[in-house]
C-alpha cells in the first residue's frame, strides 16, 4: 500500500493519461476518452447508458439487461432479498436459486431497483436562497429550498426526487428517479461461487467468483417494458480493451480537507474499526449457535467483513506519510493560490480553519452524537420503531421544517421500508441489542445521564431481552396501526420499543441539532467556498467526489504489478477446481463439482480493468464501446481501496465477473435457458448443441 | 485527553514539584522526596521496602505482609490461580475464597513469587565484552555475555537471576531473585465486589473496590519465614499524606525514539487493538455457550477488557497533537544538542535514523514475525508444544547459543511451567485455535507458504478441533516424558500438536532469526547509543523506562480536576452501596448486602495518589513513610493510561483500596479474624468489640 498517488480531482490538472474518474453525465471527458482509447462517447451513447443503468436497493448498482425487465448485479448486492425469502427448510442462500418458469419468480420484500430518468442544474436557486446566510440559518434555507425542489419534482409514487450535493456544494443538481418496487428473485447461484474464497479473497485478485444474481423488475403485476438495456458482448472482453462502468460508487473523499482527513485517520476510522471488529467476533461466535443461527446472521457477517477490509484499506492509506504528504501539499498550493488573489482571499481564505474549527467542535459532541443519534442502538426493531416516533412527530410539521427523510418526497419510499415483509429475527436482535447497550454504556460511561435514562438499573442483556420480547413491531398489523395512528398512537402505544424510542428521542433530536448547526453547516458552507475556489483556480473539468449516485468511469482490461510480480488481468474457470480445497471458503457447490467435466477450462472467469470505483459500484455492468455487456464489477483489489481518497491507476483496479463466464455457468452448470434466451435472444438452441470440453 | 505532558524523563530537567518517576532503588532521587515532602528515604529504609515487596506470577506486584509469608496483591492477578483452583462444583471466583485454617490453604498450581535480594551493576562488562560489534555479532555476544553473567549467578533451583536492560541500554544490572514456587490460596472475595463496575468503571475514579487476594508462600511444605515485610498502618492514609509504592511496572515508552512511537502510532497499537476487539467480541458471545463456559473464559475476557482498554488509552496518547509535538521537540533538541559536538556527533549522530531504519525493515517482516512466532498461535496447549519442541532442541546446545528462555538460569521456571497443573480448556483452546488459524490465514493471506503449511486443505475450525481433540499433552505424565526424552522422544510423538509445533519450528525460527539481528539488535545498539548521549547531555539524575522490574514510586494522596470538576480523592464504603443496581458488573455479593448494617459508612474504601505507576504496579502496597501499608494499588485512572509515553502530574492518577476498607471488610463481611490477627497482631480482640455502624 505504499505508493504515490496522483490526486488529480485535488490539483485539477488531470494527467492525459489516467484512468481516473467518477464522472457524471453531464460533465463527462468524451475528449479525453477518445485521446486515450479512439473512442467518443455521444451524448446519445452517454444518455442511453444512463437509463440502461439502475441503482439497486440503496447500496449498489445494476443494469437493464433485457426488454423484459430482467436486470443484473451482484449476488452480494441481492444477498438481503435471497435471505429474506429463504427459511430454515428452504435455504436459498445456501442452495441457490432459479426460477425456471416466470410464475416461480419471488418478490423481494423489501427492495427497490431505480433508474435515473432527468438531471438538472439546481446549483443556481440554492445559491440565491442561501445567499448572504450562515450557520442555522444557512441550514435551514438550504434544507427548506431542497425539500420544496424534491416536492414540486415528485409527480407521482412511482417517481423520486433528490438534490444532489456535488463538489462539497459547488454544484447541486436535481436527479429524478423512476422507482420500481415490485422486484423479484429470478435467478441466484449458490453462496459457496458467489463468494468463492470468502473474507480471505475479498478485495484480492486473482479471483474467481461468480458473484451474479438476476432479478426482475415488474409494474402492474406484469415483466416492466424496458426501452433502454443493454444487450450482451458475443464475445466479452480481452486484455487490453476498453472498458466502460456506469453505476452508483458510494462516497470517495478526494475533496476533504487535511483536518477532515485527519480526522478521519485519527478518529473515525479507528473508532469504528473497532467497534466493526468486535462485532465481527461476536457474530462469528454467535455462529457456532446453531445452524438457524448461522443461516440468520450470515448477511449480517458478510457485511461487517466487507465493512471491516475496505475500512482498513482507507484507515491504511491515510496513515500513508507520503500519500498524506501530498494531500497537505496539494492543499497548501490551493491556499497559496487563493491567498494571493486579495479578493479570492477575502472570499475563500477562512474556509479551511473553519472546516477544522468544526472538527474540533465534533471531537466534543462526537460520542454522544453517534450514541443517541448515529447508529449507536443497532437493532432493526429500533430502527422502525424511532421511525414510526419521528414520522408521527415530523408529519404534524410544515414540510420545509422537517427532518431530512421525513419530507414529503421521502414517504413512500419510507411507507415501503416500514411496511416490508423482511423477517426479523429476535435472536439476533437481542444480540445486536445488548451490544449496542454495552457499548453505550463503554463509551459514554454509566454515569452518563443518556446511559442512565436508557439502562435503568437493568444490564444490557436484560433490557435488550425485554425490549425484543416484549416489543410487537415484527407484526406487519401492528406497524400500520402505528403508522396510520399519528401522535396519538404512538403516546399510547405500550410497546417498549416505541416507549424506549419515544423516551430518548428529545436527546437525540438535541444532539442531531447541534451537530447540523455547528458541524454539518459549517462544513457544508465552507465546502461550498472551497469547490468554488477549485473552479476558479482550476477550472471546471474535474469530478466531483462520489455521492452513491450514477456515474461513468473509463479504463481498460490490464494487470498490475504486485510485489514485483506481474497479475495477469484475467483468470479461467479451469483454475476455479485448483483452489477449491472441499472447506469452507474454498469449498465448491455441488453444481459445479457435478459440471466440471462439462466446463471449457479455458473459459475467462474474473478479470481486472483500471476503471476508477468505490463501494457501491458492486453490481455495475462492465461494457465496451457498444454499450454490450462484457462484465459485471463485484470488487475493487486490495489495492483500490485507498481509492476513497486518490486514484493510482498503476495498481488499483475494478474487478470484475466476465461475461462469457455468465453465459458458461447458466448453460452448462444451471441449464438456465430461460435466462440465456432472454440475455442472448436465438442463441440457446446452438449454445445446448455446444460440444462439452 | 487532551493535555501538554512534562516529559521529565526525555529532557532530563525534573521539574522540581513532579512527582514524576519509576524509580530503581540504586538511583532513587530522595533529596528531591525530601525539598518536596520532608521526609529523605535512607539507604537502609530503601533496602528494607526492596526487601519487602514481591513479583507476582509474572505480571504483577505485591507485599509480604507478615513474617510467616503472608503476600497481599490484588484479586485480578490471582485470578488465574483462582480460576484454576476452581471447578464448576466450587466457584471461587464467583463465591470467593477463606481458608478458615492454614490446613484449608490451597496450592496455585502454577505461580510464582520473588523477592529482589541483590543487584549488581553489569554495565562495564556487558560494554567491554561488546565493544565495536555490529548486527548479529554485538547481538549474539551480548547474548552470549548475559546468559554467561545469569548462569553465574544461579546457585541454586530457588534463585533466579536475569540481566536487566535499563535506560534502552544505557546501564545492565543484574537483579538476583529468591524465587517461592509454593504459593497457597489464603483469601479471595467474591468477583463481583473485586471488580465491582467491571469493564464500564475499569481504569476510572470514584470507585468502589475490594481488589485484594491473600496467598501464603510456602518453603519446605512450611509457611516460609519472612525477614523482611510491611506492617499495617493503624489509621490508614488520607489527603496530602505522602505515599510512596513499590512494585513492577510492566513497561513504559518514554525514551522511544520518535520513529518507534510513530510506528507504535500507525501500526502497533491499530493492529493489536483490530485482534484485541475481535477477540473480544469473540469471547463475549462464547460466555453464551452456557455457565461452565462462562466460568472457563471469565479470566481470559478479563484480561482482553483490560488490555483493550490501556492500550485504547495509549493510542489516544499518542494521536495527541501536542502531545507528540513535544516529543518530537525534545528529540530534535537532544539531536541538536548531540549534533554540535564533534565528538558527540561521531559517536551518538547516526542513531536514531538507524533505529528508524530498522522500523521500516520491522513494517516488511512484522506480519510473518507475529503470525509465525509472537503469538500469531494463541493456544495454551500449542504454546505447551512449542517449549517442548524447543526445549528438546536447545538443550543438545552451548549455553551461548540459545533461544533466550533456553538458557541454564532460565530452565527451573521453564520447568515449572511445563509442568503446571492448572486447567486446560479443551472448548476454549478450540475456540482461540480457530481464532488463531484464521487470523493466521486473513494476515497471511490463503496463498502464503506458511498458511499451507499449518492448514493444508482443512479449515480454521476443522484443524483446531482436530489438533485439540488429538492432543494428549493436557496430561501431566506425556509433558513429562516429552520433556525428559529429548528430541528422539519428540521426533517420534504422534502428537498432533507436537507435530504441528516440530513442523512449522523452521520457519519461526528464520523469522525470528531475522527479526532478532536486523531490527532488535539494531534497535538495541542504537538505543544503548542514545541512552549515553542522554547521560552525557543531561546528566544520571533521571530514572530508567519500566522493565517489568522492581521500582519505587513517590506521591501523594490528591485529587484531580476532570470536566471542569474536582474529584475528590477518597471514596467511602457507604456511597458503594449506592452504586449497586443489582445486575452485573454493579451487583454487589451477598455477603456485602448482608453485611450493610454492619459496616461503617464512612469508611474510606478507594483512593487516588498522585504516583507514577503503570500495568504491572498492580497488587503493589500503597506505604507511608514509616514503611506500612495504607493501600493497596489496583489500578490507575483513565488518565493515566497515556503514562506509558509521559507523566502529567496534574491527572495522572494510581487507583488504590484503602487500608481501613480492607480491615472492615475483613472484620465484618468475611469475618476473618485469623488474617486480621496476622496483619494486626493483638488488635483483633478489640476490633471484634467494635459496635456495628
Redesign the interface.
Same mark, same amino acid.
Given at each position: 500500500m505504499k505508493r504515490l498517488l496522483i490526486v488529480a480531482s485535488l490539483i485539477g490538472a488531470t494527467p492525459a493519461l489516467a484512468d481516473e474518474g467518477m464522472w457524471t453525465y453531464n460533465n463527462f471527458p468524451a475528449a479525453k476518452v477518445k485521446e486515450k482509447y479512439g473512442f467518443e462517447p455521444s451524448q446519445q451513447w452517454l444518455d442511453k447508458v444512463r437509463l440502461s443503468s439502475a441503482k439497486f436497493g440503496y447500496g449498489c448498482s445494476s443494469s437493464f439487461v433485457s426488454p423484459n425487465g430482467l436486470v443484473m448485479t451482484n449476488h452480494h448486492c441481492a444477498r438481503g432479498c435471497i435471505q429474506q425469502l429463504s427459511t430454515a427448510k428452504k435455504d436459498f442462500i445456501a442452495n441457490g436459486f432459479y426460477a425456471k418458469t416466470q410464475a416461480e419468480e419471488l418478490q423481494c420484500p423489501a427492495l427497490e431497483v431505480s433508474q435515473l430518468v432527468q438531471i438538472t442544474d439546481v446549483t443556481d436557486q440554492l445559491n440565491t436562497a442561501t445567499k448572504g446566510l450562515t450557520g442555522k440559518q444557512y441550514a435551514d434555507k438550504l434544507k427548506a429550498e431542497m425539500a420544496s425542489l424534491e416536492k414540486a419534482c415528485t409527480t407521482a409514487a412511482d417517481v423520486r426526487c433528490e438534490v444532489v450535493t456535488l463538489y462539497q456544494g459547488g454544484k447541486y443538481n436535481l436527479y429524478k428517479y423512476q422507482r420500481f418496487q415490485d422486484v423479484r428473485l429470478v435467478f441466484a447461484p449458490e453462496h459457496a461461487i458467489a463468494f468463492f *474464497?470468502g473474507? +480471505?479473497?475479498n478485495f484480492?485478485f486473482p479471483r474467481y467468483d461468480l458473484d451474479v444474481t438476476f432479478v426482475r423488475v415488474y409494474k402492474d403485476g406484469k415483466p416492466a417494458k424496458i426501452d433502454n438495456y443493454f444487450k450482451w458482448s458475443d464475445k466479452g472482453t480481452q486484455e487490453g480493451e476498453l472498458t466502460f462502468v456506469p453505476g452508483h460508487p458510494g462516497r470517495t473523499s478526494r475533496g476533504l480537507t487535511v483536518a477532515q482527513l485527519e480526522f478521519l485517520r485519527?478518529?473515525t476510522l +479507528?473508532k469504528q474499526? $473497532?467497534?466493526l @471488529?468486535?462485532? %465481527? *467476533?461476536?457474530?462469528? !461466535? $454467535?455462529q457456532? %449457535?446453531g445452524a438457524e443461527q448461522k443461516r440468520i446472521s450470515t448477511n449480517l457477517l458478510f457485511g461487517v467483513e466487507n465493512g471491516l477490509k475496505s475500512m482498513?484499506g482507507k484507515?491504511e492509506q491515510l496513515?500513508d506519510k507520503n500519500f498524506f504528504a501530498q494531500k497537505v501539499a496539494a492543499e497548501q498550493e490551493l491556499r497559496k493560490k487563493v491567498d494571493a488573489d486579495p479578493k479570492m482571499k477575502a472570499k475563500y481564505g477562512a474556509a479551511w480553519d473553519e472546516i477544522a474549527r468544526a472538527q474540533d467542535t465534533f471531537r466534543n459532541i462526537r460520542k454522544d452524537y453517534e450514541a443517541m443519534e448515529a447508529g449507536g442502538i443497532n437493532s432493526q426493531l429500533f430502527s422502525l420503531a424511532r421511525s414510526l416516533v419521528r414520522y408521527a412527530e415530523e408529519t404534524t410539521k410544515p414540510d420545509a421544517e422537517r427532518l431530512r427523510g421525513f419530507n414529503e418526497a421521502n414517504l413512500p419510499m419510507l411507507k415501503n421500508q416500514l411496511m416490508s415483509k423482511a423477517p426479523i429475527y429476535p435472536e439476533l436482535e437481542i444480540?445486536q441489542l445488548t451490544?449496542s447497550f454495552t457499548k453505550l %454504556?463503554?463509551e459514554l460511561? +454509566?454515569d452518563h445521564p443518556f446511559v442512565k435514562k436508557v439502562l435503568g438499573? !437493568? @444490564?444490557p442483556a436484560?433490557l435488550a431481552t425485554r425490549l425484543v420480547k416484549g416489543s410487537k413491531l415484527a407484526d406487519l398489523k401492528v406497524r400500520d396501526q402505528l403508522f396510520a395512528g399519528g401522535k396519538a398512537a404512538i403516546a399510547a402505544s405500550k410497546d417498549p420499543m416505541i416507549q424506549l424510542a419515544a423516551l430518548i428521542d428529545p436527546d437525540a433530536r438535541a444532539i442531531r441539532k447541534t451537530y447540523e448547526e455547528q458541524v454539518e453547516a459549517v462544513v457544508r458552507k465552507n465546502s461550498e467556498l472551497i469547490a468554488q475556489a477549485k473552479f476558479e483556480v482550476y477550472g471546471t473539468g474535474i469530478y466531483p467526489d462520489a455521492t452513491g449516485t450514477l456515474r461513468l468511469s473509463f479504463g481498460a482490461v490490464k494487470g498490475y504489478m504486485e510485489d514485483g510480480k506481474k497479475v495477469e488481468p484475467i483468470t479461467v474457470m479451469g483454475d476455479t477446481f485448483e483452489r477449491h480445497? *472441499?472447506? !469452507?471458503p $474454498?469449498a465448491l457447490p455441488k453444481s459445479w463439482l457435478a459440471a466440471k467435466k462439462d466446463l471449457t477450462a479455458t473459459t475467462p472467469m474474473n478479470f481486472v480493468t483500471t476503471n476508477d470505483i468505490i463501494g457501491g459500484n458492486s453490481g455495475s455492468p462492465v461494457i465496451n464501446k457498444d454499450a454490450e455487456i462484457t462484465g459485471l464489477v463485484f470488487d475493487g483489489n486490495i489495492q483500490s481501496l485507498g481509492g476513497d481518497y486518490g486514484f493510482d491507476e498503476s495498481v488499483n483496479r475494478t474487478v470484475a465477473v466476465h461475461s462469457e463466464a455468465l453465459i458458461e455457468s447458466l448453460k452448462k452448470v444451471y441449464k438456465a435457458d430461460r435466462i440465456l434466451e432472454e440475455l442472448r435472444p436465438g442463441s440457446t438452441p446452438a449454445v445446448k448443441a455446444s460440444p462439452a470440453q
Open positions: *474464497g473474507d +480471505p479473497d484480492e485519527d478518529v +479507528p474499526l $473497532f467497534k @471488529s468486535e462485532i %465481527r *467476533g461476536m457474530v462469528t !461466535e $454467535f457456532n %449457535r482498513k484507515h496513515l444480540a451490544f %454504556r463503554e460511561g +454509566p438499573k !437493568e @444490564s436484560a480445497t *472441499g472447506e !469452507e $474454498f
